[in-house]
């Protein structure tokens, strides 16, 4: 059964960081791209990151890059978004989901099922 937990997510003041995990089950990484997501109040969810099929590639939205990294342990069937210098910006709820098309590419949309997300909070 195709199956995402994410956690992690917590109340941060601005520049710190935060690490989110996602444990994934019931699909390999190897035919699919995985990707985070994230969905700020009143706002449509938009894609974060994505870590195409085969781990050959990882891309990031413009707004999180260089600040951003996500990673993923095959063992623990897990990826991870590492997220330094936090914003309020960056305030939402973060979703991991099986990503669209499969090797990302310049834009990657999330497939069902979602999991129920983490809540990242920056504020001072």
């Known amino acids: 059964q195709l199956q995402l937990v994410e956690s992690g997510g917590g109340l941060v003041q601005p520049g710190g960081s935060l690490r989110l995990s996602c444990e994934h089950s019931g699909f390999s990484l190897d035919r699919y791209g995985i990707g985070w997501f994230r969905q700020a109040p009143g706002k449509e969810r938009e894609g974060v990151s994505c870590l195409s099929s085969g781990e050959d590639t990882t891309y990031y939205a413009d707004s999180v890059k260089g600040r951003f990294t996500m990673s993923r342990d095959n063992a623990k069937n897990a990826v991870y978004l590492l997220m330094n210098n936090l914003k309020p910006e960056d305030t939402a709820i973060y979703y991991c989901?099986?990503?669209?098309?499969?090797?990302?590419?310049?834009?990657?949309?999330?497939?069902?099922?979602w999991g129920q997300g983490t809540q990242v909070a920056v504020s001072s």
């Open positions: 989901a099986q990503a669209v098309p499969r090797w990302c590419g310049g834009a990657w949309v999330g497939a069902s099922p």
